[in-house]
């Protein structure tokens, strides 16, 4: 037969109140860290990532199409 303790009951609860409010600043502060690492990145006028790749994907085109050019014009010659 099992009895209940009301102390250890009470230190249960307050355990698990401790551990919801630690989770929940956690996530509070990953949030507000996120939100000043924008905000700084905005300041900074840094490129994004997806805008990167496509520049990159353009000069790979280009340079393709350049020594195409250069090959066609060494051919004429």
Do not use: W
């Not at 250890?8 to 600043?25: F, I, P, R, S, W």
């Not at 690492?37 to 790979?60: N, P, Q, S, T």
């Amino acid at each position: 037969m099992q009895t209940q303790n009301p102390f250890l009951d009470e230190m249960a609860k307050l355990t698990t109140a401790a551990m919801g409010m630690a989770q929940a600043a956690s996530e509070e502060a990953k949030a507000a860290f996120r939100a000043q690492a924008d905000r700084m990145a905005a300041e900074l006028d840094l490129v994004r990532r997806d805008e990167f790749d496509a520049l990159k994907a353009e000069i790979a085109a280009l340079r393709a199409e350049l020594a195409a050019l250069k090959g066609q014009g060494a051919a004429q010659d």
